[in-house]
């Protein structure tokens, strides 16, 4: 298909890197379902949780099961929220105070909107329900209590008893006694999340009132999400949290669900063009091929990758230098594509990646330590002290590495270990959060990549630390720290230019 023309100043080309900012017709045209969503979908659930770091797809996932729930049944109650807005206001040290103020928050937003959705309300607790949606601006007031409320005065002794924040729980517990369930989709619970006690406690105790509200209302459905390394944080810390671990899903992409991904990103702007039909045409039948073909009309393929003539699939080479993150994926892509454009490319090619990869890696590097420093305040020192320092080790050489520039420099603290940490808990720390990546090498000359997630135990055990395998800091990374021994053909043309 030589003859299809592909806009790489189209800011849609790829989607948005956000999902919930994305318009609706460009989200549908590539939403990928993933399995969790059936469980989401599952009304005998009462809570579920995306467990998942920023950018691997919790915000689309809890978007896909919101869109879901409204295609399956468009009269059905599902409120989608945030944490940020729901949060409650309070300053206080006290956990069963933290729960009843979440609690309140939750079920007051339930009240507000099935009070929305009544129409003529005869019992009290359809008209408490009506009235408090009134009172809060949700809906409209209705001719009576307009007539009521301007009637009332100290000459007319007119009362109206309002529903109160203690009985709302038993007003909702009767109203929706089987009745059909209400979701609530809460996102970005621990957004701008701190490791400090006031932050802890109010993030355990959410979790907490969403339980007992699911367990006192079973018809309240909840589903929201929460970074691992928060997760771990505050579990650590408060017991009642171990209920939550079995409404937990965590969220990985394998490199086959990074392809399709990428593949429904191209469709959906072939879609959005008028021109899909036209291209479905000229693809194969069997998805996986197809998706493949879909990716290399945009992309050149295979691409020089790893050394030694190497080349890889482009597909392969994305998903490496995106760290399985969709969020980063998207964001490669689309500067890539700017970069093709300047030089009227027809595909996106190797050096089109290449020549965007150090100021990548410097927002990669932004993005690790916001997101960790919660973890381990030093995390900016600790990563800086690779600069101009090599990218591969043996463990024994990144031992020594870590006890020359970081152990014996930097002041570390790491939740979760009593003291200083020493050499094998800081190369742990680092293999958790993928700035270094397990490499095992093959006597074909073959290689395979190791994450954290296919093997946490690395580093544990004091007599088989490494399991034979080697070290590399993450390709992401690379340029923006300068690196040294730069062994493929695409840094050595880097290095060269600089």
Known sequence: MEYLEVDYTDKSLFGSDIADTESDEVFAAYALERPEVKEFLDGSNPIQVVRAYKGEGKSALLRIVKNNLLERAPNSIVINTTGVDLSPACDSSDSDFWTREWKKKILH????????????????????????????????????????DRLQSSKVPIQRTRITQEDREQTLKRWLHKKEPIWLII????????NTDRYKLKIAAYFTACRQIVTAIPELKIR???????????????????????FMQDLTWTPDQITELLAKRVQGYFERKGTWKEVKKHLPDA??????????????????????????????????LSRGRPRWLVELCTISAETAFKRKANRISIDDIINELEEFGKRRIDDTIAEFSSQCPAIEEILTAFSQQNERYQTDELMQV???????KITIKIFGILGAPNK??????????????????FDNGEYKHISFVEQPDLFKSRLNIDDGVSWEIHPVFRQALKLKNVE???????????
């Open 109 to 148: 937003l339930a009240a507000n909107e099935i009070g929305k959705r009544i129409g003529w309300a005869f019992t009290d607790d359809a008209i408490s329900l009506v009235e408090e949606a009134e009172l809060n601006g949700f809906k409209e007031r209705s001719f009576v209590s307009s007539i009521v």
């Open 224 to 246: 929201t999400c929460v970074r691992p390394n928060v997760w771990k944080i505050i579990k650590r810390e408060f017991e009642a949290l171990s209920h939550i671990e079995q």
């Open 287 to 320: 998805l996986d091929v197809r998706n493949k073909r879909l990716i290399y009309l945009v992309f050149d393929s295979p691409m020089a990758w790893g050394g030694n003539n190497r080349k890889r699939p482009a597909e392969i080479i994305l998903n490496s």
């Open 402 to 408: 870590i006890g020359n520039h970081i152990e014996n």
């Open 424 to 441: 094998r808990e800081i190369a742990h720390f680092l293999y958790q959060i993928g700035f270094i990546t397990a490499r095992r090498d």
């Open 187 to 194: 996102d970005d619970v621990d957004q701008n999340f701190v």
């Open 488 to 498: 493929t053909k695409q840094q050595k043309k880097w290095a060269q230019r600089k």
